[in-house]
């Protein structure tokens, strides 16, 4: 591969000078259309460098300044963090056919691949890059057209993750749920996986991210969803990082004719957390739904950037992003919705809700709309305020404590993006999860 | 035998402005009072200052409950401790379900004075008798509290609570308002409902109609911040012939 052409003048920072050199010494067995893609996306990752504020789209997360070094890629684990992998990322109440990573390796003894329903075809990235399987390594990073050195890096240097296809017509009820569990020592973790839901089929598949330890280490996870006609796929997104954790990920959606994409982000921990999402909406008739929600304390940041692409007409997208922030926690809230020439009725909406429970907390918003269509509906707000007064007094004068009167009035603010979750056991078990979170104020 | 409210030189400000000028008010046990007055007279205030809502202030003078002194106690431990105000404006609460809230509010009075708690089919099967009494739909009490109610059932929602927690002391402000004579009637009822002769109840109003559905035994004129005469029910009627003119005059 040889070195990675820098071609700035700018000194590298060490993190990024660590990357080239991880980059070029990476033993490499892989088969030469792959080789080419990481050469490539590496390529394009040096051109810019790690983004830093200067950079519209990374503006209130530094990522030039945040990543002072690379932890080393992750060697397989031990035994014990297996063993206590097994109860990671369980939902309460969801039977959901479960593939379990540990420090960033496929862990089979704790995954469920037996009895796939016909049409379902689940397998570990890993072997699909190892076998060389043309129609995976096509699809890679061809989703949408994403210009982005977070995700560029991810292609250079993506380990892990699955590959999933959803066979035409084909109704998964069960879902699929991918569980990532960080190793007990520092990392960088490299997680890509790829969904195919073919026409007219569905699915249900869960993100969960999950750190017990203290150690710093670093998630770069990207996930590229094909949605073909008539398709549709409800995902959920959890991460509950270690209280050192960086996690940047980037989703790619591709939505084609009538195609139904609803999504989920819940932040519940980590130090830094970024979800960049790019939903290209390239059919007719096509809804994207885009829902986020951060419930935020310490320090932590959480940074939900969105580009919605609107190339079709008669085309939804519904964004609803929803922050409770305590401490002197930071959430960032940009959305960019476009709407390219052609793609006439369009009905674009974008909202985000900030909840600030102290003073130190902050809340960036930024949206931003450019349209090239002269018939469309796009409307996009924000709000940031505190706890309603008034209403813990009324809860108060029934009886209810003050603390209990917050949680209730904090529970339901975030519950109304819960509520548009459809799975009903999902959205029991996240609004456990929430409850739990408040709790632990 | 201690009054169930004692307030004695009772002074209460809001930013600064005295609101409450030397308030005196004897409450026993049994006894239904009626608190009339003009606009102003700073009605609402006295609920509100009883309740303990943020901002009002009481510079001088006592309120008791029961002997105790409310001003020691929290919002939440006042109405624990018997003292229920049946608000003018009821709140909606959204995305709070309104079985969630009656549970939360029931049980934490309940735990507070060491009782047990009151199971959730208990408390289905109570709130289904009262909504029945208050002619409410079982339906409206499976949205959130109070949301997209009109006036009249956010009214008949507040009675449903006051019925269930069966406080000690009752305070109505202005519940006639924004009530036609229907709910009237029905809201009164679940009021006489509460009648009995360990509960006080304090109806606040500006006219005397709510007074023909839930009979008095005292009734007291209010006027700049204070009581100005106090007596029986004929009292109320008088006021609906002459007005509060010269109540206003001869405070000023």
């Given at each position: 591969m040889g070195n990675a052409p820098i071609t700035p003048a700018r000194k590298l920072t060490d993190a990024e000078a660590r990357l080239a050199e991880i980059f070029a010494m990476q033993q490499s067995a892989d088969a030469p259309q792959l080789a080419k893609l990481r050469t490539a996306a590496f390529d394009a990752f040096a051109k810019t460098g790690l983004p830093n504020r200067r950079d519209e789209a990374w503006k209130y997360t530094d990522l030039r300044a945040l990543l002072r070094d690379v932890k080393p890629l992750a060697a397989p684990p031990e035994d014990s963090a297996k063993q206590s992998a097994?109860?990671?990322?369980?939902?309460?109440g969801v039977s959901a056919r479960r593939i379990v990573f540990v420090g960033g390796y496929f862990a089979p003894a704790l995954s469920d691949l037996a009895d796939?329903?016909?049409g379902l075809s689940v397998a570990p990235l890993s072997e699909a890059l190892a076998k060389g399987d043309a129609a995976t390594t096509a699809q890679l990073g061809q989703v949408g057209k994403v210009d982005d050195p977070a995700f560029a890096l991810n292609t250079a240097f993506m380990g892990e993750g699955v590959v999933i296809r959803v066979g035409v017509?084909?109704?998964?009820d069960r879902p699929i749920q991918l569980v990532f569990v960080a190793g007990a020592q520092p990392a960088t973790y490299f997680l890509r996986s790829l969904v195919i839901v073919e026409r007219g089929a569905r699915a249900t598949l869960i993100e969960s991210f999950e750190g017990e330890t203290a150690q710093e280490y670093h998630v770069n996870a990207a996930t590229e969803v094909v949605l073909e006609e008539g398709a549709s796929l409800e995902r959920l997104k959890i991460s509950r990082e270690g209280a050192a954790a960086m996690h940047v990920s980037t989703f790619v959606a591709s939505l084609a004719a009538d195609a139904q994409l609803s999504d989920f982000g819940f932040n519940l921990g980590g130090a830094v957390l970024r979800n960049q999402s790019f939903i290209n909406i390239?059919?007719?008739g096509a809804h994207a739904g885009l829902r986020g929600a951060n419930i935020l304390k310490g320090r932590e940041h959480a940074d939900a950037t969105l580009f919605l692409d609107h190339a079709a007409e008669r085309s939804e997208s519904k964004a609803l992003f929803k922050s409770v922030l305590d401490d002197s926690s930071q959430a960032v809230f940009q959305g960019k919705i476009l709407v390219r020439p052609g793609a006439q009725k369009t009905d674009a909406r974008m909202m985000a809700r900030t909840l600030l429970l102290s003073e130190g907390a902050q809340a960036n918003c930024k949206p931003e709309l450019e349209i090239f269509a002269d018939d469309v509906q796009c409307a996009h707000g924000s709000t940031v305020g505190a706890l309603d007064e008034n209403l813990i007094f009324y809860l108060m004068a029934r009886g209810i404590p003050q603390a209990e009167a917050q949680s209730l009035l904090t529970e339901a603010f975030v519950g109304e993006v819960i509520?548009?979750?459809?799975n009903r056991s999902l959205r029991e078990a996240l609004t456990g999860l929430v409850s739990e979170r408040l709790r632990t104020r | 035998m201690t009054a169930l409210l004692e307030i004695r030189d009772l002074k209460a400000e809001i930013a600064g402005k005295?609101?409450?000028?030397?308030y005196d008010l004897t409450v026993k046990a049994g006894e239904v009072h009626a608190i009339m007055g003009p606009n102003g007279s700073g009605k609402s205030t006295l609920s509100y200052v009883l309740s303990g809502r943020p901002g009002y202030k009481i510079t001088e003078g006592q309120a008791l409950l029961a002997g105790a002194d409310?001003?020691?106690?929290?919002v939440d431990e006042r109405a624990a401790a018997g003292l229920f105000l049946a608000f003018q404006y009821p709140l909606e609460v959204p995305g709070v379900a309104t079985m969630t809230f009656l549970r939360a509010a029931l049980n934490a009075q309940r735990k507070k004075r060491g009782e047990e708690e009151m199971s959730s089919p208990d408390l289905i099967k109570r709130v289904k008798e009262l909504a029945k009494i208050l002619d409410m739909d079982m339906e409206m009490l499976r949205?959130?509290?109070?949301?997209?109610?009109s006036g009249g059932e956010k009214k008949r929602a507040e009675t449903l609570q006051m019925m269930l927690l069966e406080p000690k002391l009752c305070i109505l402000d202005e519940?006639?308002?924004?009530?036609d004579i229907d709910a009237l009637k029905v809201v009164s009822n679940g009021v006489n409902q509460l009648r009995s002769k360990d509960r006080g109840i304090v109806v606040i109003t500006?006219?005397?109609?709510?007074l023909d559905y839930i009979t008095p035994d005292v009734v007291h004129v209010q006027s700049a911040g204070r009581i100005v005469r106090t007596g029986g029910k004929e009292l109320a009627l008088e006021l609906e012939e002459t007005g509060y003119a010269r109540y206003q005059s001869e405070a000023a």
């Open positions: 097994r109860s990671a990322a369980v939902l309460e796939m329903e016909e017509g084909v109704c998964v390239n059919g007719q509520d548009i979750v459809a | 005295q609101i409450l000028n030397g409310l001003s020691q106690m929290s949205r959130p509290v109070n949301v997209g109610f519940t006639d308002s924004g009530l500006h006219y005397q109609r709510l």
